[in-house]
Structure formats: structure tokens, C-alpha cells
């Protein structure tokens, strides 16, 4: 269907599958979590600590290298909208409205998955986010909302063996700060004239999601997010609410979805918090 006037022929489970597509490619984070199509509680072993290798002497007993690991319970979470249109803007808009309110729902989905697995809070209701686990990792600034090179670097340390994959997740304010250091020599570290797309080898992502930069917020994460755990359990259901609205002359459109999150690994995560 590709002009308003036909909105009433739209089928919810097209609108489902282009909902899904569309969030694949606005959320920020997904594409690097560890992602799970469930359809019911499941559980996953998640590597908590690695196995370790000694030299070892002639006719001796090798010693127990064993990897820690622990389980993560993914459960669900329903998340929501509606969308209410007149039917005079049905009837009279020219453009695709399908697909503009297709975009708009992926956009709120897209953008309240990325909040939670940054900033969730957890618990048997919500998403549990990286800045609310327990147990990682923090480096502190030395100045109220203000980052040095010498800051970044200690966070992106502290994940250690963890390093390799990682990404950073900061907002654009942060970023734009972090362009501008300068080395002893008084020189830019970074180019000026585009954007900054890595550090140290490592993929920036930019997220508005992540907390305005201030005074006792997290200015940037670093984290191996292949040690998040995102489970999908039923897709996007679409319903089309010609009734309900009815007195109102207008026509809903219900977008559901039921989803969890978890840190699987603490260790692969560090934060950066200003002071």
C-alpha cells in the first residue's frame, strides 16, 4: 500500500515486518548486542572470567583452567504506543502515511531500546541498563563535566582482555569535546574536519540516549556489548483500531512488542563518570 487513501487496506502483519526491519536499522546498539529470537523465559551461559595457561613440567599435572561462567535469565518486558490519525488526514494526504507512521513507530521503539540498555532500570518491569548494573567498572574525571585524553584511555583500560570489540557509546556533546584534545605539542589528535568515528581502533557511537553532560553523570561507556544479552520474544504486533476511535472519527494503530535485556559479563563494560 503506498498512498493514504488505501490506509484501511494496510495489513498489521506487513506493517509488523516493516516495523522490524526499520528498527534493525535505527537502534544504535542492537547490532552489537548478542541477540536472541525466544519464545518463551530462556536462559544463556555467559563467560564471566577467562581460562588461564601455565607452563607446565615434564610428568606434572596440568593445572585447572577452567573459564568462569554464569546464567542469564531473559524474560519480557512489554513496551507499547499508539498512533491516533483523523480520518480526514487518511483520506486527503498524498504522501505514503503507511510508511510514515511505520518509520515514526520504529523510531520509538528504536529509541526507547537503546535508552534501556543504556540508562534501564531493571528488576522484574524494565530492561536492566549498563549504567545501573552493579559492579562495573568506573573511572571519575578530575574535572566536573569535563573528560581527558588521559581519562578515555584509563576507561577503555579497564576492560583488559575485554578490549578487543569493544565500542564507545557517548553523546555528541562528548564527542565533540573529545575531538578537540590536543597533544604536548599543542596539536589536535583527532581531524577537524570530519567526524569522530573511532578511538584507538575502537567504533564510536552516538547515542542522544546517554545521560546530557554533567556534574555525577556517565560521560562515555566503553564496553564489549557482544557480552549484552537482547532477547526478542514475539516481534512487532501491529493492530489497527478502527473502533475504538470511532467517535472520534480518527484511527489507531497499536504497536506492541515484549523484549529483555541484561549485562551478561560486568567485566566487559567500564564507565566513565564525570566528576
Known amino acids: 500500500v503506498s498512498t493514504s487513501g488505501n490506509f484501511a487496506g494496510a495489513l498489521p502483519r506487513e506493517m509488523a515486518d516493516s516495523v522490524t526491519e526499520l528498527v534493525n536499522q535505527y537502534a544504535n546498539l542492537r547490532q552489537y548486542c548478542s541477540v536472541y529470537t525466544v519464545g518463551g523465559e530462556y536462559a544463556i551461559t555467559v563467560e564471566t572470567g577467562l581460562p588461564t595457561a601455565t607452563y607446565v613440567a615434564e610428568s606434572s599435572a596440568i593445572g585447572n583452567t577452567d573459564p568462569k561462567t554464569t546464567t542469564v535469565t531473559l524474560n519480557a518486558k512489554k513496551i507499547g504506543t499508539i498512533s491516533k490519525l483523523t480520518n480526514e488526514s ?14 515514526s513507530i520504529a523510531r520509538a521503539f528504536a529509541n526507547q531500546e537503546d535508552h534501556e540498555i543504556i540508562q534501564g532500570a531493571g528488576g522484574t518491569e524494565a530492561i536492566e541498563g549498563v549504567l545501573t548494573k552493579e559492579g562495573i567498572a568506573k ?43 590536543k ?52 516481534g512487532y504486533e501491529i493492530t489497527l483500531l478502527s473502533e475504538l476511535y470511532a467517535a472520534n472519527d480518527m484511527t489507531g494503530i497499536k504497536a506492541v512488542c515484549r523484549k529483555d535485556g541484561k549485562v551478561g559479563n560486568k567485566e566487559a563494560f567500564a564507565i566513565l563518570m564525570s566528576a
Open 90 to 103: 487518511i483520506t486527503d494526504v498524498t504522501f505514503d502515511l503507511i510508511g510514515y507512521v511505520e518509520r
Open 139 to 181: 573511572v571519575t574525571t578530575a574535572e566536573a563535566a569535563k573528560c581527558t585524553w588521559e581519562e578515555v584511555k584509563a576507561t577503555i583500560g579497564k576492560l583488559k582482555a575485554y578490549r578487543n570489540g569493544c565500542i564507545l557509546v557517548m553523546n555528541q556533546e562528548v564527542a565533540d569535546m573529545i575531538q578537540d584534545f
Open 183 to 234: 597533544d604536548g605539542s599543542g596539536n589536535y589528535i583527532f581531524p577537524q574536519n570530519e567526524e569522530l568515528t573511532s578511538i584507538k581502533g575502537h567504533p564510536v557511537v552516538i547515542s542522544d540516549q546517554m545521560p546530557e553532560l554533567a556534574t555525577k553523570k556517565a560521560i562515555m561507556i566503553a564496553g564489549n556489548f557482544s557480552y549484552y544479552a537482547l532477547a526478542d520474544r514475539i
